[in-house]
């Protein structure tokens, strides 16, 4: 007599989504960073996808506002947009995650074959359809516009430079004749008199 014996894993379902998405992505759009799996790891998961109790991959969710590290042990690389952190990921959304990442679940923790993805820095999203929505007033990098109900709103607000100082300069017969402009990026300019 054979004996047959049944498993049942569970159904996880994984979802990807881009409703965020507005339109056609452009292809130059994207710039590539590294990323620090360990913080995508949440007691909620809302950055995952494919999560249940015996799940050996799940996936970082696409279009997660992405936030560059300025202290720490990471520095330079990138985790989520998260106003509670206190590493640099609180200054400013710098970017959305380009598509999911696959993240293994193995006895030792979570491994990625590649922690090097795609940053979305430019284009038009839908805002409310983010998997994850930064609070309001939260400052955007790149040049993103959301795009909802037929209204254009700009997120990332580029703010131009203020002049610091100037300096003129005079001729013979003591006339102003230009200068230079010191602006607040330490740029400087010159001034001509016509």
Do not use: C
């Amino acid at each position: 007599m054979t004996q047959e014996m049944a498993h049942f894993s569970g159904i996880v379902t994984v979802e990807e989504d881009n409703s965020w998405r507005y339109g056609e992505k452009n292809t130059n759009d994207s710039v590539s960073v590294t990323i620090v799996p360990e913080l995508f790891k949440t007691a909620d998961n809302k950055y995952l996808t494919g999560v249940g109790p015996k799940a050996t991959t799940v996936y970082i969710r696409s279009g997660i506002p992405l936030a560059k590290i300025t202290s720490g042990a990471n520095v330079g690389s990138y985790g989520p947009y998260d106003k509670q952190a206190t590493d640099g990921r609180q200054t400013k959304i710098a970017g959305l995650l380009e598509s999911m990442v696959s993240v293994n679940i193995n006895l030792s923790g979570w491994d990625v074959d590649d922690p090097l993805v795609g940053m979305t820095y430019r284009g038009d999203i839908v805002a409310s359809k983010l998997p994850v929505k930064p609070e309001s007033g939260a400052v955007w990098g790149g040049e993103f516009y959301d795009v909802e109900d037929d209204v254009v709103e700009p997120l990332s607000v580029s703010t131009g430079a203020t002049i610091t100082a100037i300096k003129l300069t005079k001729d013979g017969t003591n006339a102003i004749n230009g200068g230079t402009a010191t602006l607040s990026n330490g740029k400087t300019v010159n001034i001509t008199v016509s």
